[in-house]
Structure formats: C-alpha cells, structure tokens
C-alpha cells in the first residue's frame, strides 16, 4: 500500500472519530455563538462578521493558540484541519466539511441552528469590532459625497474608524447570507 493510500485512509479515521467527537456541539442551543477561525478560513471569518457573529481571525495564530482561545472563550473553533481538532483539548468545534464558501457557511448555520441574522451588518468585517452609531455631520469629510446625500444613518468602527451605510454592503452579500440559513 502506498503513502498516499496509507494517508487518505489515515484521514478518514481522523475524519470518523471527529464526526463522534462533534456531536454534543450538535444538541446544544447555543444563543449567541463566538467563534476563532483557522488560518485557511479567512474568507468563512469575513462572512460570518458581516452576518453580525464574532469571529477573531489572524493568519498568525498558532494551533496552540488557536484550541487556548477556543476553550478560554468558549468559541467555536472552525477548522478544515483534522489534525487541529482531533487533539485531546479541542472540545467546541465544526469540521468544516468543503470548500465552497457557501456551503461553509450554511454547515455553520445549520450546526448552530442559526436561523435568524439579527445583528446582521453590526460589526466590522476587518477588526471584529461592534460598529457604533456615528451623526451624519462628524462623516462628511470622510464619505463620497453623494453617499452623505444619500444616507441618513451611519456607523463606524471604534478600532480602525472605516465608517459604514446601508449601502456598503451590496444587497446581493446580505442575499446570500438570508437564502443561507437553515
Ligand atoms: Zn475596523
């Protein structure tokens, strides 16, 4: 048998044993999930932000790291890496079965029976930050124009002050994100 066989058997058993591993997380409600993503989901992070879920993501975080946050902040921790969560501490996890940005995000709606975004659009999808309401005046210099005509209500990230309007987000993100949940 060659190694690469010796391999892809080897990751079906991790695969197995993580599916058993995985299903307390299943029967739980939990109301408000965080979550800490792996390297290799950054784009799954940025989603999941613009539907309004605390998500930190850093491309420097170590696998270590990544289970310590995890279990010391109660997140969820998302991985595509069986080798991450098969480890002994790893305890609230989803193994995140593809590839595709959209079913990512739907195995992560559907596991967490989110089937609601309430606090859609409320947090900055660079910083993780909780946007804050800004007055239109204090926004003028600092907008296009003929979005400060436009728009009455904006908001604005305490940490890196990018300021967000309704219109920031393209109504096709907010779309899919709704035709998404379970
Ligand atoms: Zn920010």
């Keep these: 048998m060659g190694n690469s066989a010796t391999r892809r058997i080897a ?36 989603w999941l932000r613009i539907a309004g879920f605390d998500v930190l993501y850093s491309n420097k975080y170590t696998d270590d790291e990544l289970i310590a946050i995890s279990n010391l902040e109660r997140r969820v921790l998302l991985s595509r890496d069986t080798r991450l969560l098969i480890r002994k501490p790893v305890r609230e ?21 989110i089937s609601a975004l309430a606090s859609l659009l409320t947090r900055c999808l660079s910083c993780n930050e ?25 908001k604005s990230c305490p940490k890196c002050g990018k300021i967000f309007w309704a219109g920031t987000h393209r109504n096709a993100v907010v779309q899919t994100l709704q035709r998404l949940l379970t």
């Design 93 to 113: 996890f989803i193994f995140l079965k593809s590839q595709d940005i959209q079913k990512q995000i739907h195995q992560v709606f559907e596991t967490m029976h």
């Design 11 to 46: 990751a079906s058993v991790r695969q197995k044993q993580i599916r058993a591993k995985a299903f307390s997380l299943q029967r739980q409600a939990i109301t408000e999930p965080r979550f800490v993503a792996d390297v290799m989901l950054g784009r799954l992070a940025k």
């Design 130 to 154: 909780t946007l804050m309401e800004t007055p239109r005046e204090s926004v003028r210099e600092r907008v296009p124009a003929f979005v400060y005509e436009t728009q009455s209500r904006f």
